[in-house]
């Protein structure tokens, strides 16, 4: 490695960096190495580079750099902060143990690209996660992506061209059905809004005709779409539960409970309520998608990227999808 140091002209340290991907090395040098290291022939030693990884990892970490978080989360809502928030503890403190430092944007959305650009060049930041829960194309941001090594995680893009690390929608809410389905459920319907389950790719209006196909005996009858808060969503509801004998309903509208309620049902007692998303605290039963795993995935994967080099749209994006796991709360028997 002395040899490799003296021909590259660079430190013994440096070397030791750049063949480990370390960002604090630019990418120029980090090449010039490894050009070196090839045309000497060096290998590294697989177990001494895991001992040593296993070493540093144990000590103190420095800081290696800052990452971007931006989130179309509004926190003037009071629903939106509270996501916000549980994102947000467990993405620091995941960053703050790889030895990186997380500035976090919110309310973000497409047009502030330029803007945004502008201050992570300021800030030196070049490792962005991008939480957009809302509709998103890469084409719709004015920035050049070449600049960024970026992981998304929100709602299903509608292209896939970046490394996405989110939860696994269409396995969790057959989970979801099927622990429905164990807990005595018959007539499990969904009611819903057609722009959320738009948003997350029909997965949950998905996860019922599939779940029809492996359980026969559970034939899906039709979603009662709703419109979130018109007065017609009243009687809908009402017409719908009669006429398909629902005894639990699967939805991701809060505002079900108070539906159901109104005309006269009590919950859970007479129907069951079940959620495509809940905390792990949370009052509703349903899936809790485990969004502090997600978190820190998301920023372990960011952070691999920035490592590989990994730089703009990639030619094979990535999805890790992780499952999440039955929350029972008071909304079911």
């Known amino acids: 490695m002395r040899e490799l140091a003296r021909q590259a002209g660079v430190s013994h340290a440096t070397v030791s960096r750049a063949l480990r991907n370390d960002v604090r090395i630019s990418a120029a040098v980090r090449q010039c190495v490894r050009r070196t290291a090839q045309k000497l022939g060096y290998r590294r030693d697989a177990k001494l ?5 296993h070493l540093r990892g144990v000590q103190h970490r420095t800081h290696r750099g800052t990452l971007a978080w931006l989130t179309d989360h509004n926190l003037a809502n009071p629903e939106d902060k ?3 928030d549980y994102y947000r503890r467990h993405a620091t403190a995941s960053a703050a143990a790889l030895g990186f430092k997380l500035d976090i944007f919110t309310s ?11 201050t992570l060049r300021a800030r030196g930041i070049q490792g962005v996660i991008l939480q957009i829960f809302g509709p ?43 622990t429905l389905m164990t807990r005595g459920h018959r007539h499990i319907g969904v009611a819903t809004l ?12 998905t996860a019922r005709q599939r779940f029809a196909s492996l359980y026969p005996e559970y034939p899906a009858f039709p979603v009662c779409w709703l419109e979130g808060g018109s007065p017609a969503d009243k009687g809908r509801l009402a017409r719908w539960i009669k006429k398909y004998r629902v005894d639990c309903i699967v939805s991701q509208v809060a505002v079900v409970k108070e ?29 809790f998608q485990r969004e502090n795993q997600l978190a820190a995935l998301a ?4 952070i691999n990227s920035l490592e590989l080099g990994r730089f703009g749209l990639p030619a094979i994006p990535r999805q890790i999808l992780i499952p999440g796991i039955w929350h029972q709360g008071e909304t079911t028997r």
């Open 49 to 53: 580079s895991a001992l040593m990884t």
């Open 82 to 84: 509270m996501v916000h």
């Open 108 to 118: 973000v959305k497409a047009a502030d690209a330029p803007r945004l650009a502008r």
């Open 136 to 178: 998103f194309n890469v084409a719709d941001w004015p920035w050049n992506w070449n600049h960024y090594a970026v992981v998304h995680s929100g709602s299903l893009p509608a292209d896939s061209k970046l490394d996405i690390v989110d939860a696994d929608d269409n396995l969790n809410n057959v989970k979801l059905l099927e």
């Open 194 to 205: 057609r722009k959320i389950d738009s948003e997350v790719g029909y997965s949950l209006t």
């Open 259 to 287: 539906l159901v309620e109104s005309l006269g049902y009590r919950v859970p007692q007479d129907i069951s309520l079940a959620f495509h998303g809940v905390g792990p605290t949370s009052k509703f039963s349903g899936i």
């Open 299 to 302: 920023i372990e994967t960011v």
